[in-house]
């Protein structure tokens, strides 16, 4: 408690002066396109003052992500794939690295088991390269998509507290929004999504 606290806020839901909501992963549904390549140096989700950093990542999955520890208490990245555990790995001390792949596409919870109730965060892993997390104000760019007709989804973890499970606030379902949309050759495309109480409550938990 003398490092981080008795507790923290919650980061479920976070929204700017210009009301643009951050962490929200958007994707196309495709089946063509881009292969996935290896990033230059892999992602790094880092524990800093007792948080995950980032909240949210997206990235290719087969691809290595390193977990890091910032902080002078021990630490461990526990992620999960609804109930079941995909890896467990401490850290134990100030500069600890752990490298790990996960080989599966899907969405993937983090959780620190070592008194941290409130530290959560979100893996999206993607077989193909067309996704992004929009940044503060709610912004967000894929580009290079092949010109057709797409789904675009945008999905939200969710940010109402419905219970307690294990020490830790049980939020609502994620939201998933989507929208169609046609893209051309050499031009940009907009695309715009509302998160709001109803979607929340459509989505239950």
């Known amino acids: 408690a003398a490092a981080c606290g008795p507790t923290q806020p919650s980061r479920a839901l976070r929204i700017s002066a210009r009301n643009g909501v951050a962490d929200v992963v958007v994707s196309i549904d495709i089946a063509r396109g881009r292969a996935l390549e290896a990033p230059a140096s892999p992602p790094v989700i880092d524990n800093v003052g007792c948080r995950f950093e980032p909240h949210v990542l997206a990235a290719g999955a087969g691809f290595p992500i390193t977990f890091r520890s910032s902080d002078e208490v021990l630490h461990n990245v526990h992620a999960l794939s609804g109930d079941n555990t ?120």
């Open 86 to 205: 995909v890896l467990d790995l401490g850290l134990p001390e100030q500069g600890t690295e752990q490298s790990s792949t996960i080989e599966a596409p899907g969405i993937y919870r983090l959780v620190c088991d070592v008194g941290h109730g409130w530290q959560q965060a979100w893996v999206h892993l993607f077989e193909h390269p067309y996704y992004a997390v929009t940044d503060q104000d709610g912004h967000f760019r894929i580009e290079n998509i092949p010109p057709g007709q797409y789904r675009v989804r945008a999905w939200h973890e969710g940010w109402r507290v419905v219970g307690r499970e294990a020490g830790r606030p049980r939020f609502s379902n994620p939201v998933v929004l989507t929208r169609s949309v046609s893209v051309t050759t050499q031009q940009e495309t907009s695309v715009d999504f509302e998160l709001s109480t109803q979607s929340a409550e459509i989505a239950g938990g």
